[in-house]
């Protein structure tokens, strides 16, 4: 009980520190820096959902991306919030948000360290890195494809506590729905090797406090 407290609190730390640095976005305007050409001055995706726009989003290289989940995700602002500007830049800060809880508890469950685990997720959260994709509507690919990647180590960890061919498939699936957001995923497996090795000790590892198979503590 007394873990689980820890986690809500850390996570609602995380969540109320993001909101303090980025609900800014929420009075930004789309900028003529790509803005233009993935939503505010594209036909498809401006009018929402339409069976045109669908096609386009699944056969277009605009820009030299394949991104259809990208573009599906823009046309669903479209259709729920028009080109309202502000909508869309909170559409990115939810997916940022989600994306900081998620590497907290990836993290957390991995290692089992709570504080580690929380600096972690802080410092991928206030970034500066971050900024441009959490406050550029076109750099909705990043936070899209980064919150895919998330999902991804998060059933594979799931997955290599209890493997099984539905797991698999479950992180299979998860890790194409990141290509298709931006096709810089296709480097995760690389990464899910790695953590194989540490901190999952699938393949050995090193033999340290803090690390995998121990169960979460303070």
């Not at 823009?74 to 909508?87: E, R, V, Y």
């Not at 991928?124 to 998330?150: C, I, N, T």
């Not at 096709?183 to 000790?201: G, M």
């Amino acid at each position: 009980m007394k873990q689980h407290r820890s986690e809500i609190i850390i996570s609602l730390f995380l969540i109320m520190t993001t909101l303090v640095v980025y609900w800014q976005v929420n009075n930004h305007d789309f900028v003529d820096f790509d803005d233009n050409t993935y939503v505010s001055e594209n036909p498809y995706v401006s009018a929402g959902w339409t069976v045109k726009g669908l096609v386009w989003a699944f056969t277009t290289d605009l820009e030299g991306h394949w991104h259809p989940l990208t573009w599906l995700s823009h046309m669903t602002d479209c259709q729920l919030f028009g080109l309202n500007p502000g909508a869309h830049h909170l559409t990115s800060l939810i997916l940022h948000l989600l994306n900081v809880l998620l590497l907290f508890f990836v993290f957390r469950r991995m290692t089992g360290a709570l504080f580690r685990s929380a600096f972690v997720a802080a410092l991928f959260a206030l970034h500066p890195l971050h900024v441009e994709p959490v406050a550029w509507v076109a750099g909705r690919k990043d936070v899209l494809s980064a919150f895919f990647w998330m999902l991804t180590m998060w059933m594979y960890v799931l997955y290599s506590e209890r493997p099984g061919i539905r797991m698999y498939l479950v992180v299979l699936l998860l890790f194409v729905m990141g290509l298709m957001a931006k096709s810089t995923v296709v480097t995760l497996p690389i990464i899910l090797f790695l953590i194989d090795y540490w901190p999952l000790k699938r393949f050995g590892g090193p033999q340290q406090d803090g690390i995998a198979d121990a169960k979460p503590r303070e």
